[in-house]
């Protein structure tokens, strides 16, 4: 037990694992500060952040959806109900949206879904249910920064990293997307957390990738598959942005999202260890409205977490909110064309900025809402301009002092004005890279820009 650990417990008499959670860095803190400085047409010296992703471009047109479809009733809204497992309302729009949408290979069923307050509280009851503590899940590198908080914090899981730079043949971020290449990286990393006295009950990737915004191809997805069912490991889909795939003519053969509900795996993997994770939050542009959604054919793991739900009871008017949305058929497809449409639209101004001043980045993305951005050329020292070279090069006191330069130019932006997303967060193997979004309003999407290219033009010419 660490040292800030053993006090905490000691002076505020808290369990050992309320000790371990409250040592650690709360972002909150932070987030409170950054959010009370946000930029808008009335404070324009205020914070443009680009370092979530979230999904602002359409808010008024959900908004006024919610408000003109709304409205509580003491019989449907203010009682207990049917109880916290989902409303049968809700439950009945999914099914319709998950066996059209997502093209389910065998019908979804509602008893086969599940409603919690956010796809992150679907990881935390997925991982709670599979997993003792300080069992592992293996994630394909780079990943979800919230994946590590979702698996650790309250299932006291491990979430257990898959790299690709030492697997043979590795020739870039295109490889995450190789069905070889995951194989070989899970097997390793298998190999590596029985070395270590881990052992791993499942794989978990996200599909769209965050933070490379691309596809996983079908025949990834089933070799993913097969290297679970051969291992007896249960397979986590989070499938959250879904929805979010637009248009990019320069991206060399991505593929169209595939569920891993579309796909027929009887020859992969047994289907009741397959799991999907999804929400409202990204695709509708309602991140604040915490609805989240668990699919699974394993009746054992269903029951499991119908244990907790009501730790995480969605109130039933916000419940009411999705299963409008989603019945409507012909609001979800003019919604839908027009997410894909201001998408595309705000993807090319970051790209066109990107290119204008040469900054590179992973050009293979057509999903989600961010650019995954090469900024290592900006980590240099202050007499040397050299680019930081691959995390995989670095002797140890190396990465500290690269990783340290990354969090200064993070903190540089901050202070220019822009919010960008470290790498690091995302366990990314090359430090250096950011993850920058762009679904936020055009104005503020240029002058955060403007500000970034500012603060990196000031590095580049005059060091730290």
Known sequence: ?????????????????????????????????????????????????????????????????????????????????????????????????????????????????????????????????????????????????????????????????????????????????????????????????????????????????????????????????????????????????????????QAAAVTPFTSILALDLKDCIEHYFVHVAYGIGKDFCATGLRLGMLHSRNEGLIAAVSSICVFGWVPYVTQDMWADILEDEQFLADFKTKNREVLAKHFTILRSFLDRFNIPYYNNVHAGVFIWVDLRRYLHGESSHDAAPDHAELVPSMVDTHRDREMKLFKRCLAAGVGIALGSGFSTEELGWFRISFAVEEQALIIGLQRLIKCLESIEANGW
């Open 1 to 249: 037990m660490s040292a800030p650990v053993s006090h905490n417990q000691a002076k505020f008499r808290l369990s050992q694992r309320a000790a371990y959670n409250s040592a650690q860095e709360q972002p909150w803190d932070a987030l409170e500060k950054m959010m009370a400085n946000i930029w808008a047409s009335d404070n324009p010296d205020g914070l443009v952040f680009l370092g979530v992703a979230e999904n602002t471009l359409l808010h008024q047109e959900v908004a006024t959806r919610i408000n003109n479809n709304s409205a509580i009733t003491p019989e449907n809204h203010l009682g207990y109900g049917v109880g916290p497992r989902g409303s049968p309302r809700l439950r009945k729009a999914l099914v319709s949206f998950l066996n059209s949408e997502f093209q389910a290979s065998e019908p979804v069923l509602e008893k086969e879904l599940l409603v919690l307050p956010g796809v992150v509280a679907v990881i935390d009851a997925l991982t709670w249910s599979i997993c003792n503590d300080d069992e592992g899940i293996i994630t394909p590198m780079p990943f979800y920064t919230g994946f590590k908080h979702a698996i650790s914090v309250g299932a006291r899981g491990v979430l257990i990293p898959a790299p690709f730079q030492c697997v043979e043949g590795y020739n870039g971020l295109d490889d995450v997307f190789d069905p070889e290449m995951n194989r070989q990286a899970l097997e390793k990393a298998l190999f590596q957390a029985t070395q270590d006295g881990v052992k791993v009950r499942a794989v978990m990737i996200s599909n769209p990738h965050n933070p490379l915004g691309r596809c996983y191809p079908e025949e990834t997805i089933k070799e993913i598959a097969r290297f679970c069912g051969r291992n007896n490991l249960h397979l986590i889909s989070d499938e959250i942005f879904a929805l979010s795939v637009y248009d990019n003519p």
